[in-house]
C-alpha cells in the first residue's frame, strides 16, 4: 500500500519531503498521524504527559517531523515499561 511504502522508505533513512516529492500516489497516513497528534495537544490537558500516554502516536509523529529516526523511536518504545493498556470492567472475577 502507499503508507506501507512511505513507512518502508523512511526505515531506509529517506526524508519525508525527499518521499512525497518522488511519489506518484498519496500517502494520506501520514497527513492523519500528523493531525490525530496536533487535535490531542488541543485537547488534553497541559501537564499531562502526553508521550507516555500516547507513546506510538507522538513517535510517529517525531520520526515523520524527522526529530527522530525509526530505530530510535522503535527503541525508545521497546523501553517503556510493561502496562495494562485498557480495563474490562465485564471480565472481572
Do not use: H
Request: no cysteine; proline share 4%.
Amino acid at each position: 500500500s502507499r503508507n506501507r511504502q512511505l513507512g518502508y522508505r523512511l526505515g531506509q533513512g529517506e526524508k519525508l519531503e525527499d518521499i512525497l516529492s518522488s511519489s506518484t500516489e498519496v500517502a494520506e497516513g501520514y497527513a492523519t498521524a500528523l493531525s490525530l497528534v496536533e487535535f490531542i495537544d488541543q485537547r488534553v490537558p497541559q501537564g499531562f504527559r502526553m508521550d507516555l500516554k500516547f507513546p506510538i502516536f507522538f513517535g510517529v509523529a517525531e520520526i515523520l517531523k524527522g526529530e527522530r529516526t525509526p530505530l530510535e523511536g522503535m527503541e525508545d518504545l521497546m523501553l517503556l515499561p510493561i502496562r495494562m493498556e485498557f480495563f474490562d470492567k465485564f471480565n472481572e472475577k
